[in-house]
């Protein structure tokens, strides 16, 4: 399931083979979110085109909308939304933060309020594990309790112990479906997410607890959520050590060009996160020289790509000048030649950390990476 490749000589860095029911993912990977089966401004052929051998979207919200037995009935998640690499679904565990979802918590489940029919609905670790299987997903991430950084400790504890016994009744539910057979996609791997906020002796003990239940592999959770940068990556160079080396390592969550190239460095294998979509829309473009601001109207009479080694369709066709002016005058198509042209940034970082890896250059490609990304400062708002 998981084959190791490569070990850079002075980091932790690691490329490797994760394989699933769709197809060989390089790693270390990173995943574009398509929360809803859906990429915002993105189609998943573009999100293909672009590199993208995996993608994440949301088990409950799914569930919501259209109903996971609906999307079982229509061939599974794969054909639904005609992306046909794999996809990983997180369960539920995220949207706790957000108010207008998120009614209480206790041992049996979440309480949840549906987005879509404002309804109450109890939501178990077991329905969860039911409802990848239907949507027939090639990754399925176990229902954690994820607190809020900053609460106070005795609440990211009882989180942190409640998501351990969510673990173990994932892991028998999900080996019990399995067993029982008839099911859309048999080779479902499931992954454990620790947590422990930014306590250092509670997220060793998350991690040396999800690691003893025999998941396919392990998940970093609760963090790139308000808490300091340091904090995180202190809490992932905690919690590496007690994860098998011969899994994939997973940071839910990150992020950004740096943030990917440090903790990559620690030895994670897999990210997910909104931020080059995000950035897309509010018009900020990554380039090897940092990021720039495409609305500014320094770019009305610049005929140069958003950046000169990019291969991505909007690089192809299309200038500064006419970027900035599709924005001004027609913003949503404008987000999507830019969400296209971020994603293919991110899809390319990875590929030539790969290669730096597998080539054993990988400290040098970071050093200079950064050093060149920085120095084109960030453009402000
Ligand atoms: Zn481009």
Redesign the pocket.
């Known amino acids: 399931m998981f084959d190791l490749q490569a070990q850079d000589p002075l980091t932790n860095a690691r490329t490797g083979i994760l394989r699933t029911a769709h197809g060989a993912v390089a790693t270390p990977f990173f995943m574009p979110v398509a929360t809803k089966a859906t990429a915002k401004c993105i189609s998943p052929q573009e999100l293909v085109e672009n590199g993208a051998e995996a993608i994440i979207l949301n088990a409950y919200l799914l569930h919501a909308m259209p109903g996971s037995e609906r999307i079982s009935q229509l061939g599974g998640i794969h054909q639904f939304m005609a992306f046909p690499n794999t996809i990983i679904a997180d369960s539920g565990g995220f949207q706790m933060i957000r108010e207008s979802l998120f009614l209480g918590i206790s041992d049996k489940g979440v309480q949840f309020r549906n987005p879509f029919t404002k309804q109450k609905e109890m939501v178990s670790p077991e329905d969860i594990m039911r409802i990848d299987m239907r949507l027939g997903v090639d990754g399925a991430m176990c229902l954690d309790h994820m607190p809020f950084v900053l609460d106070p400790y005795e609440d990211i504890f009882t989180a942190t112990l409640r998501t351990h016994k969510w673990a173990q009744r994932c892991k028998l539910e999900h080996d019990r479906l399995k067993k029982e057979g008839n099911v859309l996609n048999d080779q479902q791997l499931l992954f454990g997410i620790a947590q422990g906020g930014t306590h250092q002796a509670l997220r060793e003990k998350s991690a040396k607890f999800i690691n003893s239940l025999g998941f396919d592999g392990h998940a970093f959770g609760g963090l790139c959520i308000g808490e300091r940068r340091e904090e995180m990556y202190s809490a992932v160079v905690t919690q590496l050590p007690h994860f098998d080396a011969g899994k994939p390592r997973y940071l839910m969550g990150v992020g950004s060009p740096e943030d990917i190239l440090e903790c990559i460095s620690y030895g994670v294998d897999c990210f997910d996160s909104v931020y080059p979509t995000q950035t897309a829309r509010r018009g900020t473009m990554f380039t090897l020289d940092g990021q720039i601001d495409i609305t500014k109207s320094k770019y009305q009479e610049d005929t140069s790509?958003?950046?000169e080694s990019?291969?991505?369709a909007?690089?192809k066709a299309f200038t500064r000048a006419y970027l900035h002016h599709v924005a001004k005058v027609e913003k949503y198509t404008a987000y999507r030649y830019l969400s296209?042209?971020n994603t293919?940034?991110i899809q390319q970082l990875m590929k030539e950390i790969r290669k730096g890896i597998d080539g054993g250059y990988f400290s040098e490609f970071k050093g200079e990476f950064l050093e060149r990304y920085a120095k084109g400062k960030r453009e402000k708002r």
Do not use: A, G, K, L
């Open positions: 790509p958003i950046d990019c291969q991505c909007t690089c296209v042209h293919h940034f």
